[in-house]
């Protein structure tokens, strides 16, 4: 006689009458594959844990955001926030769908051209462009987004007596309504602050200011931040061509749209509360549509959306370690993959799946990663089939700043795998050794013993 | 160790508990380990019969065992006074 499947004993006391609090539905239906790739075949090839990538979403949101804004305004520019997501690979995918490289430091402007990018086609941002930057960026004709007036005067201090141009926009930071308000970055509109920026700018004619940019805060939920942002650079754009006779080539929305996850603490699951890619079009592309620019001018409207084009188009996948009760009786189940390479757990209530069929029976557990720091917890509160070590899973819509913000803390890093077109896999990324690791390590020679 | 006799089971594996009035769900092994508890078995008798008739093996089941005796003692539905 064959025996019967085995599922570890559970109990679980039946509150009648009380809601279930966490809300809404429950996260067990299991992931089993990906992009038509099966998770076990994955985690056996490559290790676990592991990121995997879809060429597929990734190119299907690059061309639906642009998409939503085409169909709405006639010129249309998205540049890849390459903070977002720097792995080459992916911005070459970006770049195929026609984006500029939006970047925000040395390292990721020498990588944008790394990857091919014309010098032209790059957008620099950022606080922190040494002389030796801005002279690299001014050679390639990039475009130079000022941050503040030290910049500018390290900019006209180069550029003396040159006879190039350099091509710049400001960053304007300005309240939208959102509170904390970013105005850290770029030069403040209410307080005029912008404005003189502008003035110092067409004073010196070997600036030429292209465009204004603005990038007013990340997971943005409102659209009508957006339209406010949109009118105060039209604001600005119209009293440069009434005071100036200047026209503006762009206008920079920056990015900050949301992705579909579940902010920490939000009582909604994020795809219920999240605006879509054409509400956030329609406040921009109608707030200038109605600025009253001559049909000859109408400027570009440029966007850096990073979160939203990524977070959906990559896994986490993953191990069960081990099962165990803590004090006060609730599961906890420790992963395989933790806050080192998950980074925006801190934000983010990531959803997660079991990658192989359970019974019905779940329950309610934390969900810790293996490093052994208290830091290290995944999700505090979630609802899953009854998990046993070895078990796999897989955490979604992981794409955006984990795979730049992580840490090689107590754990090495894992492979990143690319799911192409074509349902083929490709390593993006090898993982972290021993070897990797000490390769940047230096010995004095007096240390190299332990006796 | 005593599970609490009065409690009523349906096939199903919904638990009720008369001298509380609270109620429960478990899953297919956990039916059979209550009732074999029911037939006072003692942990290796349960061992033996349930590896017998479910895929798994004895230390697996072991510790299994004892994260389920420790719920089941939370909810009062087993005592230590054997
Ligand atoms: C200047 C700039 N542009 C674009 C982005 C991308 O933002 P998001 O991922 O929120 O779309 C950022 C991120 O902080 C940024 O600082």
């Known amino acids: ?451 | 160790m005593q599970i609490n006799k009065n409690i009523a089971i349906s096939d199903s594996g919904f638990i009720f508990n008369p001298s509380s009035g609270d109620s429960f769900s478990t899953n297919n092994v956990g039916l059979e380990i209550i009732r074999l508890l029911k037939e006072n078995k003692s942990k290796d008798e349960i061992i033996t019969e349930i590896v017998t008739k479910f895929s798994t093996d004895a230390s697996t089941l072991d510790k299994d065992l004892g994260d389920f005796f420790l719920m089941l003692r939370s909810y009062q539905l087993l005592s230590d006074n054997d």
């Open chain 1, 1 to 451: 006689m064959s025996k019967l499947s085995y599922e570890r004993p559970f109990i679980q006391k039946l509150n009648t009458g009380s809601m279930n609090k966490f809300g809404t539905k429950t996260e067990f239906a299991p992931v089993t594959h990906l992009d038509g790739v099966a998770v076990s075949r994955l985690i056996e090839q490559y290790g676990s844990p592991c990121f995997v990538i879809s060429e597929r979403q990734i190119r299907k949101n690059a061309q639906n955001a642009i998409r939503a804004f085409k169909t709405r305004y006639p010129k249309i520019q998205f540049a890849w926030s390459y903070k977002t997501n720097y792995l080459s690979a992916v911005c070459n995918i970006f770049h195929q769908e026609g984006s500029l490289a939006e970047v925000v430091s040395i390292f990721e402007y020498k990588k944008a051209l790394q990857n091919g990018v014309e010098g032209s086609k790059i957008i620099f941002n950022g606080p922190d462009k040494s002389e030796a930057d801005l002279t690299l960026a001014i050679d390639n004709n990039s475009l130079i987004h000022i941050d503040h007036f030290d910049e500018l005067y390290s900019l006209v201090g180069i550029m003396e007596g040159s006879s190039k141009k350099a091509r710049v926009a400001i960053r304007v930071n300005m309240d939208t309504g959102i509170y904390p308000m970013w105005d850290r970055f770029g030069f403040n509109y209410e307080n005029g602050q912008a404005w003189n920026a502008i003035i110092k700018i067409l004073a010196h004619k070997e600036l030429e200011l292209v465009g204004l940019h603005c990038h007013i805060g990340t997971f943005m939920l409102s659209t009508s931040a957006y339209a406010t942002a949109a009118y105060k650079l039209c604001d600005l754009a119209a009293n440069i061509k009434v005071k100036y006779g200047h026209a503006i080539q762009y206008l920079d929305l920056g990015g900050g749209f949301a992705s579909t996850n579940t902010l920490k603490g939000s009582y909604l699951q994020g795809a219920d509360v999240v605006p879509s890619i054409d509400d956030y079009a329609e406040a921009i592309t109608s707030t200038i549509l109605n600025a009253n620019f001559h049909q000859d001018e109408l400027p570009t409207i440029i966007l850096e959306s990073g979160r939203s084009l990524i977070d959906d188009a990559a896994w986490l996948i993953g191990s069960v370690v081990a099962t165990k009760r803590l004090s006060d009786g609730r599961r906890a189940t420790i992963m395989d993959f933790g806050v080192n390479i998950l980074f925006n757990a801190f934000w983010y209530d990531y959803k997660i799946s079991p990658a192989q069929e359970f019974t019905h029976h779940t329950e309610d557990m934390v969900i810790y990663g293996p490093l052994c720091m208290n830091i290290d917890c995944i999700r505090e509160n979630i609802n899953l089939p009854l998990l046993n070590k070895g078990d796999q899973v897989v955490v979604h819509k992981v794409g955006a700043y984990n795979m730049t913000q992580w840490m090689q803390f107590i754990q090495m890093r894992p492979k990143i795998v690319l799911i192409d077109m074509e349902g083929k896999t490709h390593i993006l990324r090898e993982n972290e050794s021993l070897e990797t690791m000490m390769e940047l390590e230096r010995m004095p020679e007096h240390l190299k013993s332990v006796k």
